[in-house]
């Protein structure tokens, strides 16, 4: 899926959160938190799993086009302003953007915007466990939080 593809999905939510540090220190920082927070054993398990079609991590690091982490694939990556993710399984297609804007001098707002498509019965149900338990947002906000401490 390219990135028009990904905006074509329903928006799920968005997050965001202030890092005191500029966008380099934030684009390396969320590089680091993303591929420590879906290299682990558990995250590559749960994506074979479900059937995701890149379970593991693998390709350029910094993270770059073509890169992928445990349930996705970077569609695009331009350094300290957008970086674009993409993924599917059995009960999704979905898609993360993290963009990254000034805030004045040394500070960046960091932004996630989750897009996703639960198709058919089991789509809806994993829709209703993932999201609608608040689940998503927790998960989201808490990998916001970790960059922003890593970067600062």
């Known amino acids: 899926m390219d990135v028009t593809a990904s905006l074509a999905l329903p928006l799920i939510d968005e997050h965001?959160?202030?890092?005191?540090?500029?966008?380099?220190?934030?684009?390396?920082g969320l590089g680091e938190v993303?591929?420590?927070?879906?290299?682990?054993?558990?995250?590559?398990?749960?994506?074979?799993?479900?059937?995701?079609?890149?379970?593991?991590?693998?390709?350029a690091r910094p993270l770059?086009?073509?890169?992928?982490?445990?349930?996705?694939?970077?569609t695009a990556a331009d350094p300290g302003r957008e970086l674009v993710l993409v993924g599917r399984h059995r009960f999704s297609?979905?898609?993360?953007?993290?963009?990254?804007?000034?805030?004045?001098?040394?500070r960046t707002v960091l932004r996630a915007v989750s897009r996703a498509r639960?198709?058919?019965?089991?789509?809806?149900?994993?829709?209703?466990l993932v999201v609608g338990t608040?689940?998503?947002?927790?998960?989201?906000?808490h990998l916001l939080a970790s960059v922003r401490r890593r970067s600062e």
């Open 16 to 28: 965001r959160t202030v890092v005191a540090a500029d966008a380099g220190a934030v684009w390396r």
């Open 93 to 106: 297609t979905y898609a993360l953007t993290f963009l990254l804007d000034g805030a004045g001098p040394g």
């Open 64 to 74: 770059a086009e073509g890169s992928t982490v445990s349930g996705f694939r970077v």
């Open 118 to 128: 639960f198709p058919g019965p089991a789509g809806a149900l994993y829709r209703s």
């Open 34 to 59: 993303l591929d420590r927070s879906y290299a682990g054993a558990g995250a590559v398990r749960f994506a074979r799993l479900v059937g995701c079609a890149d379970p593991a991590a693998s390709g």
């Open 134 to 141: 608040g689940g998503h947002a927790l998960a989201v906000r």
